[in-house]
């Protein structure tokens, strides 16, 4: 079973920036896509981000286009989320998540359905 330990999280005025990192344990890391998902005060946890086991495919929610970028290093075992041009409504609890299959990608990475794996989450505040 892989562990997930997320990190970075903290409060970060509107426009600033933030990384993420998630820390994985185990050897199979490397073969498994994985992903960044939030869950704001009240709401539904939502996706975020994945990316491809080789880190050449990514994902990303609407919301976060062109302002987050996932990115992963095989031989750290770690995750990454570097979060630019923060918003308030950034504001959320986020966690990273492994799929459940190995070597498995495709347009569906965006389900929480696909991810067997949660880190305990970090939070994020953007805030004046």
């Known amino acids: 079973q892989v562990q997930l330990i997320e990190s970075g999280g903290g409060l970060v005025q509107p426009g600033g920036s933030l990384r993420l990192s998630c820390a994985a344990s185990?050897?199979?890391?490397?073969?498994?896509?994985m992903g960044w998902f939030r869950q704001a005060p009240g709401k539904e946890r939502e996706f975020v981000a994945a990316i491809r086991w080789t880190g050449d495919s990514t994902y990303y929610a609407d919301s976060v286009k062109g302002r987050f970028t996932i990115s992963r290093d095989n031989a750290k075992n770690t995750l990454y989320l570097q979060m630019n041009s923060l918003k308030p409504e950034d504001t959320a609890l986020y966690y990273c998540?492994?799929?459940?299959?190995?070597?498995?990608?495709?347009?569906?990475?965006?389900?929480?359905?696909?991810?067997?794996?949660w880190g305990q989450g970090t939070q994020v505040t953007v805030s004046l």
């Open positions: 998540a492994k799929m459940w299959s190995t070597l498995t990608w495709g347009p569906t990475a965006y389900r929480m359905s696909e991810y067997d794996s």
């Open positions: 185990g050897r199979t890391f490397s073969v498994y896509a």
